[in-house]
Each structure stands twice: as structure tokens, then as C-alpha cells.
């Protein structure tokens, strides 16, 4: 039987499909949704939606609809456009409010940005200036929107950033892991080391008492043949006194008395001396600064990190253009020399005033630059590599052969040693910058930062960093090395860690920094000069066609470069070449 005022629940028809009377009867569209179907008295324009009486007085009272525009019986359509028929189709909501489990996400607030559910809506987001959309009216744009693609597009991007990071991630781990294998071999190469030096000491302990063991058993051996021969001795004076007193022979007994009472005294003598002998027991002590090491010792040793992060690469630096021409040679051949000259390092204490080391003939000259000759010459007892300017009169250089530096005073165009200082090494580069010396050694391949007073301060060394590093260059920011058989210029800073390498070289050799802070290095196999950046980003040839360009110097106030040449050739290697490089 029929309610009164209640329709029998019918199917919605689209409006090309009404034909009855009753088909043309409008309903109340939320109540369709969820039970009896009642007649239409409203339309609100904001909805899209035909509302009941209950539904119309709802929603005027409703924070979100209050506001919106409502048509009454006589006022609204009474055809359902099919834009309106989609809210008529059943709610497909799913996912749960995270907030409140047991209610449905079905709004979504655009000043928020936030998706909620009615009780997110009718607690927090009641504001007028809040602006809550029922989901299902907004859905259909997002279609193919805009917005879709470009989610869509962020997604993808995010997803290749994400496969190219682990990439990154997985080349970083990989150099990680295969810098720790060296730290293990030079963990091993170490304890070797160790192990090496404690067997030296223990044969010298072992050679000490080998030797206090053959003189106690050379004493013994002595004693046990004196005490032999006294007794010897002493029964066979004994047999013969007896054997006289008994066939009465009294002139010979006399005298075999008197051989005995000298023999008596003699042996008593030997006895006594014998028993003079200080013979020692024996104990170990360990050294106490060893015991006292090992006590102390918490670990063998300690890792170096150096930062394998991706980093933004820094911007390249363009290297300005130079005007370049020759200014001329300087002869440093002299009388004293024996030999063809080999200038293989080379330091300005002044503009006018250059310090050269002559490796064959064993010397250290004095070049005036304004004259363009030799003035002073000192004579070595060994070959020195190197040379770095300390102060405007003084200048060190490293003598590989006795692992010494040495330290030259420069005045009135004579040369005099001072003091040396004893290195760890066969000390071949030097650099001298804020009263550090840094040094480069070849085997084994280090760097090592030293005070003035020879205190090592940092050490720098591992295969994955250096294998011939020959020459160093300083400035207040970074340290500069150049390794030949790398064929790298390396960059460090004053705390030892790597932080550029520029690997454009074939044979690096000489180096030398502008005032501009870029680095000019000899390539002494491509036989041209290279000018690289300061950050090692970038460099370029500055002169090219030389004739294996070996020691380097730079003057900032003259704008000079200064270099020598290595052919074994005296027309080459007993002249500086002179560039002016503007």
C-alpha cells in the first residue's frame, strides 16, 4: 500500500528518456541518495541540486550552504540538466579520514589544501573564509586537467632523480668501499712496519744477552781448568811427599816440601782470584716507553674522512687571455760547474733576485734578474732538489739524499748555510707559507705539513691520492701538487683534505702560482706550459713548443714566468727561459 506523500522508488531517468507524468515529477536529489524519494520544492544553484522542504530549511541553516543561492518550487528547473545528474549517482567514497577512522573522506578545503571528512568540516573548517567543495562536485574536472599532467609530470621527474641519486649513491659507496681497502693494506703495511722494527729490537736484545751467556761460559770454562790443574797439581806433590817419607829420602823430601809450600801459596793465590769473580743474575725489564705506548694505545691508528657528498661543481673559471712574448734567456752555466747544468728548482726572494738548485753540479746559485747573470754560488756535498722562499733573505731547500732541509741566508750576493732540519724521508718538493713548510715525498708517496721547528703537523698520504708527488705551491687558501705519474694537480687545504684535482696533464713537473690565484704547471712530456684555475675546474695552454720545460716561477710585479729546461742538452738546459705573460 502507498504512503501518503511518499513516491514508489523509481530508477532516474535522464531527461530524453521522461515521458510520463510521473516521470516529469522532480525529486529531492539527497534524499534519493539515501531513501524514500520525495518531490522537489527547491533548487539550489550552488549544489546543482533539487531539494525537499527538510532538505531546503537544512540548508539554509548548514554553515557551508547557507550561503547559497536557492530557487523556490515555482522558480526552479524542473528538467534535470545531465551536468546535475551526476551528484544523484551513489557516493564511491573509500578512503578513511586518518583523523577520524570511522568517517569517509568526502571534501576538500582549497585554502587548506586539505582533504576531510564531515567532521573535519563541521570542527575545523567552518570559517566563512574557508572554501569546503563536496568532492564529486569538482571531480569531473580533473580529467585529463592540467593539474593531472603536470602531478603526472612531477612524479616522473621525482622518479628519475630518485634512479640517477641511487646510481650516485652506488658509484660513492663503491669509492668509499674501495678507499677502505687501502686503509686496510696500509693497516697491514703498517703493523708490517711495527713488526719489522720490534724484530730489530728483539735481535738486539737477544745479540745482548748471546753475548753476556759466551763470556759466562768462557769464564766457566776458565775456572774449571785452573781448579783442574790445582788439583792435578796438588795430587801429584801429595803422592810424592808420601811415597819420599816413606822410603825416608830425606834431601829429596826436603826439597818436595819446599816445591809444595811455594805451590800452596801460589795456588791460594789463584783460588782467591777466582773467587773474585762477579758473576750476575739476570733479569728482563721492558722498556718502559714501550710498555708505557702500548698501555696508552687505543687504537693502531686513525682514519682520514674526506667527503664523497655530490656536490654542485663550482662555476668554471674563465681563464682570461694572455698576451704572451719572450723577453729573453739568462746563462747559469759558471766556472765552478763540472757538469751541464740541471735547474730543477727555482723561488724569487725579490723581483730582481731568483734562487736556482743546480741538481748536477751540487749547487744552490744566485740569479740577478736586471743584470741577467750569476752572483753567487754555494757548493753542496749533495744534490738539492727544490727551493722555497722563507723571507725576502732566506730560503730552504730539500736535500733528498741525506732527508734534510736546508736553510740559506741570501745577502750582499753571497749565499751561507744555516741550520738544517732533519725530514723522515727523501724530501723532494717545498713550499713555505704562514711559518709552515709542506713537503712532498715520493716513496712512500706522502705530503706532510710541517712548523718551523720540523714538528710534523699533518700528514697526507694513500695510494688513491698521490704515487709521485714532486712539487708543491702554497697561497693562504690551498696547497697544489703536482704528481707525474698521476698526471694530476691535486688541491688541498691546510687541514690536508683533497679538495679539487685537474687531470689535463701528461708529465706535470714544475708549479707555480699567480697573483690572480690560478696555477701555472710545467708539462715537461707535452713540452708547453698550462695555466689552470685556482678551484682546478678548468685550464687552457699558455705557451706550447717548448723544449721540455721542467723548474717554474712566476713574478706578479713584472708579470715574468721564468722556466728551466730539462734535454740533456747544454744549448737548452744551461739557460733560464723569460716570458712576459700579461
Given at each position: 500500500?502507498?504512503?501518503?506523500?511518499?513516491?514508489?522508488?523509481?530508477?532516474?531517468?535522464?531527461?530524453?528518456?521522461?515521458?510520463?507524468?510521473?516521470?516529469?515529477?522532480?525529486?529531492?536529489?539527497?534524499?534519493?541518495?539515501?531513501?524514500?524519494?520525495?518531490?522537489?520544492?527547491?533548487?539550489?544553484?550552488?549544489?546543482?541540486?533539487?531539494?525537499?522542504?527538510?532538505?531546503?530549511?537544512?540548508?539554509?541553516?548548514?554553515?557551508?550552504?547557507?550561503?547559497?543561492?536557492?530557487?523556490?518550487?515555482?522558480?526552479?528547473?524542473?528538467?534535470?540538466?545531465?551536468?546535475?545528474?551526476?551528484?544523484?549517482?551513489?557516493?564511491?567514497?573509500?578512503?578513511?579520514?586518518?583523523?577520524?577512522?570511522?568517517?569517509?573522506?568526502?571534501?576538500?578545503?582549497?585554502?587548506?589544501?586539505?582533504?576531510?571528512?564531515?567532521?573535519?568540516?563541521?570542527?575545523?573548517?567552518?570559517?566563512?573564509?574557508?572554501?569546503?567543495?563536496?568532492?564529486?562536485?569538482?571531480?569531473?574536472?580533473?580529467?585529463?586537467?592540467?593539474?593531472?599532467q603536470d602531478i603526472l609530470k612531477a612524479m616522473n621527474t621525482i622518479n628519475e632523480q630518485c634512479h640517477k641519486k641511487s646510481e650516485d649513491v652506488m658509484k660513492i659507496i663503491a669509492k668509499s668501499n674501495s678507499s677502505l681497502t687501502y686503509v686496510l693494506s696500509d693497516?697491514?703495511?703498517?703493523?708490517?712496519?711495527?713488526?719489522?722494527?720490534?724484530?730489530?729490537?728483539?735481535?738486539?736484545?737477544?745479540?745482548?744477552?748471546?753475548?753476556?751467556?759466551?763470556?759466562?761460559?768462557?769464564?766457566?770454562?776458565?775456572?774449571?781448568?785452573?781448579?783442574?790443574?790445582?788439583?792435578?797439581?796438588?795430587?801429584?806433590?801429595?803422592?810424592?811427599?808420601?811415597?819420599?817419607?816413606?822410603?825416608?829420602?830425606?834431601?829429596?823430601?826436603?826439597?818436595?816440601?819446599?816445591?809444595?809450600?811455594?805451590?800452596?801459596?801460589?795456588?791460594?793465590?789463584?783460588?782467591?782470584?777466582?773467587?773474585?769473580?762477579?758473576?750476575?743474575?739476570?733479569?728482563?725489564?721492558?722498556?718502559?716507553?714501550?710498555?708505557?705506548?702500548?698501555?696508552?694505545?687505543?687504537?693502531?691508528?686513525?682514519?682520514?674522512?674526506?667527503?664523497?657528498?655530490?656536490?654542485?661543481?663550482?662555476?668554471?673559471?674563465?681563464?682570461?687571455?694572455?698576451?704572451?712574448?719572450?723577453?729573453?734567456?739568462?746563462?747559469?752555466?759558471?766556472?765552478?760547474?763540472?757538469?751541464?747544468?740541471?735547474?730543477?728548482?727555482?723561488?724569487?726572494?725579490?723581483?730582481?733576485?731568483?734562487?736556482?738548485?743546480?741538481?748536477?753540479?751540487?749547487?744552490?746559485?744566485?740569479?740577478?734578474?736586471?743584470?741577467?747573470?750569476?752572483?753567487?754560488?754555494?757548493?753542496?756535498?749533495?744534490?738539492?732538489?727544490?727551493?722555497?722562499?722563507?723571507?725576502?733573505?732566506?730560503?730552504?731547500?730539500?736535500?733528498?739524499?741525506?732527508?734534510?732541509?736546508?736553510?740559506?741566508?741570501?745577502?750582499?750576493n753571497k749565499l751561507k748555510k744555516k741550520q738544517t732540519l732533519k725530514v723522515d724521508g727523501d724530501c723532494y718538493g717545498i713550499s713555505c707559507c704562514q711559518g709552515k713548510l709542506v713537503l712532498s715525498?715520493?716513496?712512500?708517496?706522502?705530503?706532510?705539513?710541517?712548523?718551523?721547528?720540523?714538528?710534523?703537523?699533518?700528514?697526507?698520504?694513500?695510494?688513491?691520492?698521490?704515487?709521485?708527488?714532486?712539487?708543491?705551491?702554497?697561497?693562504?687558501?690551498?696547497?697544489?701538487?703536482?704528481?707525474?705519474?698521476?698526471?694530476?694537480?691535486?688541491?688541498?687545504?691546510?687541514?690536508?683534505?683533497?679538495?679539487?684535482?685537474?687531470?689535463?696533464?701528461?708529465?706535470?713537473?714544475?708549479?707555480?702560482?699567480?697573483?690572480?690565484?690560478?696555477?701555472?704547471?710545467?708539462?715537461?712530456?707535452?713540452?708547453?706550459?698550462?695555466?689552470?684555475?685556482?678551484?682546478?675546474?678548468?685550464?687552457?695552454?699558455?705557451?706550447?713548443?717548448?723544449?721540455?720545460?721542467?723548474?717554474?716561477?712566476?713574478?706578479?710585479?713584472?708579470?715574468?714566468?721564468?722556466?728551466?729546461?730539462?734535454?740533456?742538452?747544454?744549448?737548452?738546459?744551461?739557460?733560464?727561459?723569460?716570458?712576459?705573460?700579461?
Open positions: 500500500m502507498a504512503v501518503p506523500g511518499k513516491k514508489v522508488h523509481k530508477t532516474f531517468s535522464s531527461p530524453s528518456t521522461m515521458g510520463s507524468d510521473e516521470d516529469h515529477q522532480v525529486y529531492c536529489q539527497p534524499c534519493d541518495r539515501d531513501g524514500p524519494r520525495l518531490p522537489a520544492h527547491g533548487y539550489c544553484k550552488d549544489c546543482r541540486e533539487h531539494l525537499c522542504d527538510t532538505c531546503v530549511a537544512a540548508h539554509k541553516k548548514h554553515t557551508l550552504s547557507r550561503h547559497h543561492t536557492l530557487l523556490d518550487k515555482n522558480s526552479m528547473p524542473e528538467i534535470i540538466s545531465s551536468a546535475s545528474i551526476h551528484p544523484c549517482q551513489l557516493d564511491n567514497f573509500t578512503k578513511p579520514c586518518p583523523r577520524h577512522i570511522k568517517e569517509m573522506i568526502k571534501f576538500y578545503c582549497q585554502n587548506h589544501k586539505a582533504l576531510l571528512c564531515s567532521v573535519c568540516v563541521t570542527l575545523e573548517h567552518t570559517g566563512t573564509s574557508c572554501n569546503v567543495n563536496y568532492i564529486p562536485n569538482i571531480s569531473d574536472k580533473v580529467i585529463n586537467s592540467k593539474e593531472l693497516i697491514k703495511k703498517f703493523r708490517k712496519e711495527i713488526n719489522q722494527r720490534l724484530d730489530e729490537l728483539e735481535r738486539h736484545a737477544e745479540d745482548a744477552a748471546n753475548a753476556i751467556l759466551q763470556e759466562n761460559n768462557k769464564n766457566l770454562k776458565t775456572v774449571q781448568t785452573t781448579f783442574n790443574d790445582v788439583t792435578k797439581s796438588l795430587k801429584t806433590s801429595s803422592d810424592a811427599i808420601e811415597h819420599l817419607n816413606t822410603s825416608k829420602e830425606a834431601d829429596k823430601l826436603y826439597m818436595e816440601l819446599k816445591y809444595a809450600e811455594r805451590m800452596i801459596k801460589d795456588y791460594e793465590t789463584r783460588v782467591h782470584h777466582l773467587e773474585a769473580y762477579d758473576v750476575k743474575k739476570y733479569t728482563f725489564k721492558p722498556n718502559k716507553a714501550i710498555s708505557t705506548l702500548l698501555n696508552n694505545l687505543r687504537s693502531v691508528g686513525t682514519f682520514t674522512e674526506n667527503s664523497l657528498k655530490q656536490q654542485s661543481p663550482p662555476p668554471a673559471v674563465d681563464l682570461k687571455s694572455r698576451q704572451t712574448s719572450q723577453e729573453g734567456k739568462i746563462c747559469v752555466e759558471t766556472s765552478k760547474d763540472k757538469d751541464i747544468c740541471r735547474i730543477i728548482g727555482m723561488t724569487l726572494l725579490t723581483p730582481d733576485l731568483l734562487i736556482i738548485t743546480d741538481c748536477n753540479n751540487d749547487a744552490v746559485k744566485m740569479v740577478d734578474t736586471c743584470s741577467q747573470s750569476v752572483t753567487a754560488q754555494l757548493k753542496l756535498d749533495t744534490w738539492p732538489q727544490d727551493v722555497s722562499s722563507v723571507t725576502r733573505t732566506e730560503c730552504s731547500v730539500t736535500l733528498p739524499g741525506k732527508q734534510n732541509i736546508l736553510f740559506i741566508s741570501v745577502s750582499s715525498f715520493y716513496d712512500p708517496a706522502k705530503l706532510q705539513i710541517l712548523d718551523t721547528n720540523g714538528t710534523v703537523l699533518t700528514t697526507v698520504r694513500g695510494e688513491n691520492i698521490f704515487s709521485r708527488p714532486g712539487y708543491v705551491t702554497t697561497n693562504t687558501n690551498s696547497i697544489y701538487v703536482s704528481d707525474w705519474e698521476m698526471q694530476t694537480i691535486t688541491r688541498l687545504n691546510w687541514q690536508g683534505e683533497v679538495i679539487g684535482s685537474y687531470g689535463g696533464m701528461t708529465r706535470p713537473r714544475g708549479i707555480t702560482l699567480s697573483d690572480d690565484g690560478t696555477v701555472f704547471v710545467c708539462d715537461r712530456k707535452r713540452n708547453d706550459i698550462e695555466e689552470i684555475a685556482g678551484d682546478c675546474s678548468t685550464g687552457k695552454v699558455v705557451l706550447r713548443d717548448l723544449n721540455e720545460p721542467f723548474a717554474v716561477c712566476r713574478c706578479a710585479e713584472t708579470s715574468k714566468l721564468y722556466f728551466s729546461c730539462h734535454t740533456w742538452k747544454d744549448k737548452h738546459d744551461n739557460k733560464l727561459q723569460v716570458f712576459k705573460l700579461s
